[in-house]
Structure formats: C-alpha cells, structure tokens
C-alpha cells in the first residue's frame, strides 16, 4: 500500500470553525491531491500540488486553501467551515511519473462534519 | 474540459453472472483511463488503466476494460462475479488530476 496517512481520521466541528486536514506522505511522490466524495457526486479534484509551494485549484476549491511547505506533507485549510463541507476527504498521490494524468493512489479518507 | 458518464448508478447482478459497467468519456486528446473500486468505509484501489497500446486491458482482480476510441467509452468487464465484487466503482479519465465519474453501485444477489 502506498504511504499515505491523512489526519484526523474523524471530525466534528461547527459553522465558522476553521479546519486543517493533513496530509502525509512517505513515498516522496512530486504530485499531491484533494478531493472530496459526496453522494451523488463522486470524488472532486478541490486543489492539487506538482511540488514544494507550488499548488493550483481544481473543480471545487471555494472556501478551501492548502499550503505545502514540504514534500511529504499537504494541508487543506477550510477557513471557516460551513455545513455544506461536510464530507469524506482523500488525499491522493501519483503513483507514477506521468504528470497530471498519472495514476493516483489514495488515503483511507477524513470524514468532516460541520455542525 | 474533460468528463466522464456513468451512466448506471445501481446495477444488481447474481453471484456468478457476468458483469458489465459502462463509462462514457469526454477529452480533446488520447485519454489515460482508469477504473477504481471503493468498498464500504474505504478508499479507492486502482483495478486497471489505459494509456496507450493494447485497448483490452487486465486488471487485478479478474477485471478487464476495452478502450473503444471511436465510442468514447472505457467499459470495465468480469465473466462471473464474485459476492466480494459488492461495492462502488469509479470510472476516470487524467488530466490535471483525474476526474472521476460519479460511480456505480454494484449489488450482488446470492
């Protein structure tokens, strides 16, 4: 299994709280990602990182920042959290060397609930 | 902007059937396409990809996919599942990320 360990594994907040989810990595892999998997809606890209500080936003970042001041380490920072980011997080890395498009492997998820 | 269809959200089939799942794709250039399963609680496993050369792939366990260019379609197939088959899969196409269909529930009746 690929070395990804997101934390926590569970949370409860409420309205207006800010949030960090992490994200880490142990197989030094370029290309980090987060998604968020709603029912009905699959798994949507939220933010991606092709390297240290370097980040870009996906289909849904509004109200989601991530920083990644490491290689093996990737935050999402939810500024204040609203109801509507309640979900189930994964964190993805690629597993080979084919840039964007290559392969992901993923983390066992972050469930978030915001009150 | 890529995409991908699923177009069967639950598809039920007996223990031992065949199964087919389809996946639709959207994408200006040559696709890399992926398929995943995601059990109960869990993350998603790679079963297979697609990125170039032969368009009948193989995959872990006993799961196969046909690229069909001139369909824009990625179906995943198995001759005879298995109850242990129970679970969401997800079609997927890469580009910055992959984007992900919105997946299939598969049930299986004994």
């Known amino acids: 299994d690929a070395g990804i360990t997101q934390s926590p594994r569970h949370k409860v907040t409420e309205t207006g709280t800010p949030v960090t989810l992490r994200c880490h990595q142990t197989e030094n892999h370029r290309y980090m990602y987060w998604y968020r998997q709603d029912p009905g809606h699959g798994l949507r890209l939220i933010h991606y990182?092709?390297?240290?500080?370097?980040?870009d936003k996906g289909e849904v970042s509004d109200g989601y920042s991530v920083s990644r001041s490491k290689t093996e380490d990737f935050l999402l920072t939810l500024e204040s959290a609203t109801s509507s980011q309640t979900s189930v997080y994964f964190c993805a890395i690629s597993g080979v060397d084919r840039g964007f498009a290559g392969e992901l492997f993923f983390g066992e998820g972050s469930r978030l609930t915001v009150l | 902007a890529q995409s991908v269809t699923q177009p069967d959200i639950h598809i039920t089939v007996s223990e031992g059937a065949s199964l087919e799942l389809r996946c639709n794709y959207s994408?200006?250039?040559?696709?890399?396409l992926f398929w995943y399963v995601q059990s109960p609680g869990q993350g998603l496993q790679l079963l297979l990809k697609?990125?170039?050369?032969?368009?009948l792939v193989q995959g872990i366990k006993g799961f196969e996919a046909e690229f069909k260019r001139s369909q824009s379609s990625f179906n995943l197939r198995k001759p005879s599942v298995h109850w242990s088959d129970a679970a969401e899969y997800f079609c997927a196409v890469g580009d910055r990320g992959l984007t992900f269909g919105k997946g299939t529930h598969l049930i299986i009746q004994p």
């Open positions: 697609y990125f170039s050369g032969d368009t």
């Open positions: 990182s092709y390297g240290v500080k370097d980040t």
């Open positions: 994408y200006g250039a040559t696709p890399y």
